[in-house]
C-alpha cells in the first residue's frame, strides 16, 4: 500500500488482516499521518478473489483508532489480527507504553469501524519500554493446534529499546481480556525470547488447511549502511517456523522449520558416530557448503559427566564468553559452518556445559560470529542463551544454511539463534563444514546428516504463460 493519505503518508506500518464469518478479509494497519501521529487505518481487497490480494482500498472515513488520553501520538502501533470473543464480538490488541511500561491495549469491535476500549490491559510489564507487533494466539498444552480443553496462551512482544522478541505462555480472560503469565519470573521482556540472535519483529498466522501456527520473522542487516546502499538491498524474511506448546518443559515453545522446506532437499551425506577428541576439529566433505540443512546429534558418556570436576564456568554466558575459543571441561563442541579451508573465516554453532560445585549442569546453546568475516565493519558478535535438556534426551541441533544466513534449532527448537554474516573467502566452493569439539575434559561421539539444498526458484503467480 501507498502512503499517500494524510493519515499514513509519513509511512504504512505493521498490520493484521482477519477472514471474517463470510470468507471475506480486512486488514487493520498503522499510519503515521503528516503530525507523526500513530492512527489505526482500515483497508479491504478491491478484489477479494485474488490469491495474493494485491490490491487495497483504504476505507474513506480513516482512521477508525487514535492514540486513547494518557498514551504518546507515537506509542501506539501495529494491531493483531482479531479474534472472536465469547459475546460474539472481534478483539484486537494494539501495542504501547506508559512511561517506562509495555502494555497491550485491548479493542473490541463488532464492525471494524467503531470501537470500544476495555478498561484494563491485556498486560503490562514494568521496564520493558514500548511494546510493537504485538501477538496473542492459543497454544494447545497437548502439542496441537485446537481449541479442546488445556489451552494456553501466549503473548509476544518486540521490545523497541531491545530490539528483540519476548514470549511467555500464561492464561487468558475472556471475559475482561487480561492474561496472566504462568511464571512471572519469565514474563514478556525478562524471560524468554523466539530467537536470540538477529531476528525481530515476528508475527504468526493460523494456517486453517494444515492446522498449524506458522511464525514469519525480519532478519535485519550488521553491516554498514554504505554497505546495504551498494548491494541496492537490505534485510529478509526468514525460513517460516511452526509454533507448538513444548509438553516436556510447559514453558517454552517449540520452532521449527516449516515442512516445505525439507522439499527443497537434495543429496545428502551422513556421518554416524563420529569421536570428536577433546580439542580436535574433524572435516567434513560434503562439496559446496554454502546452502545446507544440518541435522546433529551429541552423545557424551554419563560416567564422563559424573566425574567431571564442577567449577567456576556454572555462570557461563554465550553473550560475554570467549566464544567458541573458550575451553571448559565440557565444552564447547558442535559445528563450524561458512567456514573456509584454513578456518580463518567460521562460524561455531555449539554446545557449552556447565557443571556447578554441586554437580548441576546447564546446557548452553551459542553461536559464535567473532570470526564470520575477515569484513573489519560488521557484527561480531557471539549470541546464544540455555537450552533446557531434559533426563534421557541427547544434545541435537538443526542448522540453515543459506550463504549469510545461520539459523540454528536446539533441542527440537526450545532455543533457536538466527546469525547474519558477511563471509568473504568462505563463499561458494570454498565453504566448509567441519565437527569441532575445544572441551578440555570430554570426548564426544556425533551422527550428522547434511543436506545440499535447492534454492526456492521464487515465481511470480500466477505466471503469464499459464493464463
Known amino acids: 500500500m501507498v502512503a499517500d493519505q494524510w493519515y499514513d503518508k509519513n509511512g504504512v506500518w505493521t498490520g493484521s488482516a482477519t477472514v471474517l464469518h ?162 512471572p519470573e519469565i514474563d514478556v521482556g525478562v524471560g524468554l525470547r523466539y ?53 516436556k518443559t510447559g514453558t517454552h515453545l517449540l520452532q521449527w522449520p516449516v515442512k516445505e522446506t525439507d522439499s527443497l532437499r537434495l543429496k545428502c551425506k551422513e556421518f554416524n558416530q563420529v569421536t570428536i577428541q577433546a580439542g580436535s576439529v574433524i572435516p567434513l566433505d560434503v562439496d559446496s557448503a554454502t546452502q545446507l540443512d544440518i541435522e546433529a546429534k551429541f552423545e557424551i558418556n554419563n560416567e564422563t559427566l559424573k566425574k567431571a570436576i564442577g567449577s567456576s564456568d556454572a555462570s557461563f554466558d554465550c553473550k560475554t564468553s570467549g566464544g567458541a575459543a573458550e575451553r571448559g571441561a565440557l565444552g564447547p563442541f558442535g559445528l563450524l559452518v561458512l567456514a573456509d579451508e584454513s578456518r580463518s573465516e567460521q562460524t561455531p554453532v555449539y554446545f557449552y556445559i556447565a557443571k556447578g560445585p554441586e554437580g548441576n549442569l546447564n546446557t548452553f546453546f551459542c553461536s559464535d560470529q567473532s570470526r564470520s568475516s575477515k569484513v573489519s565493519n560488521v557484527d561480531k558478535h557471539i549470541y546464544g542463551s540455555s537450552v533446557p535438556v531434559l533426563e534421557g534426551e541427547n544434545l541435537s541441533l538443526r542448522i540453515l544454511v543459506d550463504h549469510s544466513i545461520i539459523e540454528s534449532y536446539a533441542q527440537g527448537g526450545r532455543t533457536v539463534i538466527t546469525s547474519r554474516v558477511y563471509p568473504a573467502t568462505a563463499i561458494y566452493g570454498d565453504a566448509k563444514v567441519f565437527l569441532f569439539n575445544n572441551a578440555t575434559g570430554i570426548d564426544v561421539k556425533a551422527s550428522v546428516k547434511i543436506w545440499q539444498m535447492n534454492s526456492a526458484f521464487i515465481q511470480p503467480y500466477p505466471l503469464i504463460d499459464s493464463l
Open 22 to 183: 463470510d470468507g471475506n478479509i480486512v486488514m487493520l494497519y498503522t499510519g503515521s499521518t503528516i503530525e507523526d501521529v500513530q492512527v489505526q487505518n482500515l483497508a479491504y481487497p478491491a478484489d477479494q478473489s485474488d490469491p495474493l490480494l494485491i490490491h487495497w482500498v483504504k476505507y474513506p472515513q480513516n482512521p477508525v483508532l487514535v492514540p486513547p488520553l494518557g498514551i504518546g501520538p507515537v506509542d501506539f502501533r501495529d494491531p493483531t489480527t482479531a479474534w472472536l470473543t465469547s459475546e460474539g464480538k472481534w478483539r484486537i490488541i494494539i501495542g504501547s507504553k506508559i512511561n517506562k511500561t509495555g502494555i497491550g491495549l485491548v479493542y473490541d469491535t463488532k464492525d471494524f469501524i467503531n470501537y470500544e476500549k476495555l478498561d484494563g490491559l491485556l498486560h503490562a510489564v514494568p521496564g520493558t519500554g514500548m511494546w510493537e507487533c504485538v501477538d496473542f494466539f492459543p497454544v494447545s498444552k497437548i502439542g496441537k493446534i485446537g481449541s479442546e480443553p488445556g489451552v494456553k496462551h501466549v503473548v509476544k512482544a518486540s521490545l523497541d529499546d531491545t530490539r528483540h522478541d519476548y514470549y511467555a505462555i500464561g492464561t487468558y480472560n475472556d471475559k475482561n481480556g487480561t492474561w496472566i503469565p504462568d511464571r
Open 195 to 247: 530467537d536470540y540472535g538477529i531476528f525481530y519483529a515476528a508475527k504468526s498466522f493460523y494456517d486453517q488447511n494444515k492446522k498449524r501456527r506458522v511464525l514469519w520473522g525480519w532478519i535485519g542487516e550488521s553491516d554498514s549502511e554504505a554497505a546495504d546502499v551498494k548491494k541496492g538491498w537490505a534485510s529478509v524474511q526468514g525460513i517460516p517456523r511452526t509454533i507448538l506448546f513444548d509438553e
